[in-house]
């Protein structure tokens, strides 16, 4: 049926093909300009989730952070450092002789 079609249709056709390639390509090409990953969303730009993670820090309180660091490093220091004794037994050996009641 393809070779029933005049010469001037197939061009119409290829003409129609070749618009809706370029379409296509000048919507690729402004998504990869806008940081958009292709196959993507906007909510997929690395652009809005590095805003998105600048306003969460920026509204946590610095001293708070602080606070968490300078905690992880001494917690590592004194871990390295220091005979820390497992606290997870140590509260199932407490909790064991909660249940077994005062020893006589």
């Not at 806008?34 to 920026?58: D, E, H, M, N």
């Not at 005979?83 to 064991?96: D, K």
């Amino acid at each position: 049926m393809a070779e029933d079609k005049d010469p001037v249709s197939k061009l119409k056709d290829l003409a129609e093909l070749k618009e809706q390639l370029e379409g296509i390509q000048r919507r690729v090409e402004n998504e990869v300009q806008a940081g958009i990953p292709q196959g993507g969303s906007l909510l997929a730009s690395p652009f809005l989730k590095g805003a998105v993670a600048g306003y969460v820090l920026a509204k946590l309180r610095s001293t708070a952070i602080l606070g968490v660091c300078l905690g992880v490093c001494t917690g590592i220091f004194v871990a390295q450092n220091y005979p820390v004794p497992n606290i997870e037994q140590t509260l199932r050996e407490y909790a064991s002789s909660l249940r077994k009641g005062p020893s006589k």
